[in-house]
């Protein structure tokens, strides 16, 4: 028997799950990538914004889900400029969707379905990487694999921002209630959370420095960093 391995988070986080046409016909995907549809989308586009995001660049959002972000992304960007990637199918199928919806298909995006974070089929160099709420529900080896293969299409000046829940210590063992948001992040599940000295070994092993933002006004205690190229 052959089996295809498609979506791998099975076991790792609720992303293994593939949401079929009526859960997206009822917007179950606005819910099932963490709700808060337009406040979130705003806002990340708005972070980018303050932090040197031009139309004219080229955005890469990686773990972009059904487009909450990406929908404010490509309205801002120039034709062809904005790319997502994500793992589960169902969530680009209803990331079209909604494309379509907001009359944005002209906006050109570039999606791509892929479970090892294959950037390189992108065929491109991004002036801007962006996860809201991946490195969340991602253990450190899969955060290191997506460090790795983002190190390699950024531009040379480029950077990568990233969100992640905090932990004031490394191995951080018991779980922490984030407040605001109430999440009960935990060290080994998802969701997981992370000191920054642990993100930062991360970002350094892919070549990566590591700056801490922190609080950019997530609803849920999210923080954020920033990779820049180390080299
Ligand atoms: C909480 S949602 C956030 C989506 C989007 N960034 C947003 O802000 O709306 C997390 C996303 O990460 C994706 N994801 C989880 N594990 C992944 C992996 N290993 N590779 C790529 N995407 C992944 C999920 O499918 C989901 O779309």
């Known amino acids: 028997m052959t089996t295809k391995k498609v979506n791998s988070m099975l076991g790792i986080n609720s992303y293994g799950r593939e949401l079929n046409q009526d859960d997206i016909a009822k917007n179950v995907h606005r819910g ?64 079209v969707i909604e494309v379509k919806k907001e009359g944005l298909e002209g906006r050109l995006p570039t999606l791509l379905v892929d479970n090892h974070f294959r950037l390189e089929k992108f065929g491109e160099k991004f002036d801007y990487m962006v996860s809201v709420s991946l490195f969340t529900h991602l253990p450190m080896n899969i955060i290191n694999r997506c460090l790795s293969k983002a190190r390699r299409q950024l531009k040379q000046e480029g950077v990568y ?71």
């Open 161 to 231: 921002f990233a969100t992640f829940f905090e932990a004031p210590y490394p191995v951080h063992l018991d779980n922490i209630t984030q407040v605001p948001g109430e999440i009960v992040s935990e060290y080994d599940a998802d969701p997981f959370h992370y000191s920054f000295e642990e993100l930062s070994w991360m970002g350094a092993v892919s070549g990566f420095n590591t700056k801490l933002i922190g609080d950019w006004k997530h609803p849920r205690n999210q923080k954020m960093a920033a990779f820049t190229l180390s080299t």
């Open 32 to 95: 099932f990538i963490g709700g808060l549809w337009g406040k979130l989308g705003k806002l990340q586009l708005e972070f980018l914004k303050e932090h040197g995001l031009q139309p004219d660049h080229k955005l890469l959002d990686i773990g972009c889900g059904c487009l909450r972000g990406g929908l404010h992304f490509m309205r801002y960007l120039e034709t062809g400029n904005y790319y997502g990637i994500d793992i589960n199918r169902s969530l680009i199928e209803a990331g």
